[in-house]
């Protein structure tokens, strides 16, 4: 043996991953890494949300001889269902009194303008059977009188505007202004959105009563009336 190289032969064996790698599969250092829970939720695209529709407000504009502008409305209160003869909208409170067994509705609202609070009610009189969406007539008293499609409307202040000094009342709320006849007939135009409460409002007004002799003012809303402010 002297003399003579020892070649020692070295064998290999393959086992199942030299056996894939001979028929061209990619190595796994190679493969492209998972991506983690965290990208998968960054790159997820978002739902989007609908947009919710703004609630109808009260915006009120006033000309004549009274002029302004009221947003908004004081006091609001949430909706009320009761009967007719059980409940009182309270004084310079904005809320709607839904139908109840008898039919009562009654849209009321009290908004601000030049220091002056305006008390507004919108309702069905003693005639029974809620009102439907659409437009309507409303007239300046306790009862429609039996007329069809007709409301009933009140409007009442805290104060005279301006110098003018009206009734013999004093307290709030004590002013109290009409539909004249000689504009649209004494009545008001009011229309009503579905679910009752928001719609228009067209109206011609003058003081009830004054005193001193001092000249009416006459004046003229237009705009939204709402109950939910």
Request: aromatic fraction near 8%; charge should be neutral; charged fraction near 20%.
């Amino acid at each position: 043996m002297a003399g003579k190289k020892m070649i020692v032969g070295v064998v290999i064996a393959l086992g199942t991953v030299g056996a894939c790698t001979a028929q061209g599969s990619t190595p796994a250092s190679s493969k492209p890494p998972a991506a983690s829970k965290y990208t998968a939720e960054k790159t997820r695209p978002k739902a989007s949300k609908s947009p919710r529709t703004p609630p109808v407000r009260t915006n009120l504009r006033f000309g004549g001889d009274i002029k302004g502008t009221a947003h908004g409305a004081l006091k609001v209160l949430h909706g009320k269902s009761g009967a007719h003869y059980d409940y009182t909208v309270p004084d310079g409170a904005t809320q709607c009194v839904m139908p109840a067994d008898d039919g009562a509705w009654e849209a009321q609202f009290t908004v601000r303008m030049n220091g002056i609070d305006w008390e507004i009610s919108i309702g069905n009189g003693a005639s029974f059977g809620s009102p439907k969406p659409g437009q309507h007539f409303a007239v300046y008293d306790a009862d429609t009188n039996g007329e069809s499609n007709v409301l009933t409307f009140d409007i009442a202040s805290d104060k005279a505007p301006s110098s003018v000094v009206l009734g013999n009342g004093l307290g709030k709320f004590q002013y109290v202004y009409y539909l004249p006849d000689d504009h649209n007939k004494g009545r008001a135009l009011v229309t009503i959105d579905h679910g009752l409460t928001s719609g228009t409002l067209d109206a011609w007004l003058a003081p009830w009563e004054q005193e001193n002799d001092q000249e009416k003012p006459l004046f003229h809303i237009t705009g939204r009336w709402a109950c939910n402010g």
